[in-house]
């Protein structure tokens, strides 16, 4: 057994990880200066990208809460599919990973999970369609062909020398000109129909739609009824993050009593083009 194929043994079979896969730093060197793989750790010779699936029927409490009005059920996605089982596991992985390697003798970055203030410098997305997990969805999130974009991503960074995967060669998986689901079924608007973004990585050119996070955000904290909020607060059609901002202050107290966690504002972190993306949907009822 090579150094790398034990690596991605450990990972499964010790970490509980449903998808490994590695990328050669030089994949990624296309990132913004500051989020480079060798920005983080100088020396750095791979990227681990790890995942795992997300509990289908977590995922089908979104359906119940938009389609029959059971909006308490929204609370079970946001607890096990994003805020605590996938993004906690996550973390202690990449955690475990890094010992695992520089018991070894190879310095390992283990990165955290999820973006923000509690997530990476580095974007896990990127790493995972460079380790050949999958390619990007419009939506602009990674999918892979058998759980669509339904999975959670976390990555670690070390000088060890592994072999790296190849890209995904499966057939496209996302075409926005035969599906534009994830376009109509997002509460805010927040994913274009036309602009898109595109990133180059080993020669190969990947194009994915363009999201305004700012109105993705008013859709995940719930600042309006459509996005399963108690009420509509005032934002503007194309907000900036001052106005989203400014819309918090506002926001109904019954939210902030169901958050997950302290600081939570979400109305449990929306997931509705994660969960209606017809890749990989095994339950479309």
């Known amino acids: 057994m090579s150094f790398t194929q034990e690596v991605k043994k450990f990972a499964a079979e010790e970490l509980d990880m449903d998808y490994t896969g590695i990328a050669s730093v030089d994949r990624l ?16 010779r791979a990227v681990i990208a790890m995942a795992v699936r997300l509990s289908q029927g977590a ?32 973390k202690f992985a990449a955690y475990r990973m890094a010992r695992f390697l520089e018991k070894k003798g190879h310095i390992t970055t283990p990165l955290p999970s999820g973006p ?43 000088r060890a020398e592994l072999e790296p995967d190849p890209l995904y060669q499966g057939p496209r998986l996302c ?27 080993a020669g190969r050119t990947f194009e994915y739609g363009k999201v305004d996070f700012a109105k993705c955000r008013v859709g995940s904290e719930g600042l309006l009824k459509k996005s399963l909020g108690f009420k509509d607060l005032p934002i503007p059609e194309n907000p900036t993050w001052e106005d989203v901002d400014k819309a918090r202050q506002s926001i109904d107290p019954r939210q902030l009593q169901e958050a997950i966690l302290p600081a939570d504002r979400a109305t449990w972190y929306c997931g509705k083009c994660l969960a209606y993306c017809p890749v990989g949907q095994k339950i479309a009822e």
Not at 82 to 87: D, F, I, S, V
Request: glycine share 12%; hydrophobic share 35%; net charge neutral.
């Open 175 to 201: 075409d926005p000109t035969k599906c534009d689901i994830c376009v109509k079924i997002c509460p805010t608007n927040a994913i274009s129909e036309k602009e898109s973004k595109s990133v180059v990585m």
């Open 29 to 44: 060197s296309g990132a913004p200066e500051g989020h480079r793989p060798t920005d983080l750790l100088p020396g750095a």
């Open 116 to 158: 923000g203030a509690g997530g990476a410098p580095f974007s896990h997305r990127h790493a995972a369609v460079a380790a050949g997990l999958g390619e990007f969805g419009w939506l602009g999130i990674i999918i892979t062909p058998d759980c669509g974009p339904r999975l959670r991503l976390v990555s670690v960074i070390t």
């Open 59 to 90: 995922v089908q409490t979104i359906f119940r809460a938009y389609e029959d009005g059971l909006r308490h059920a929204q609370c079970i996605y946001g607890t096990h599919g994003y805020a605590l089982t996938p993004n906690l596991h996550l």
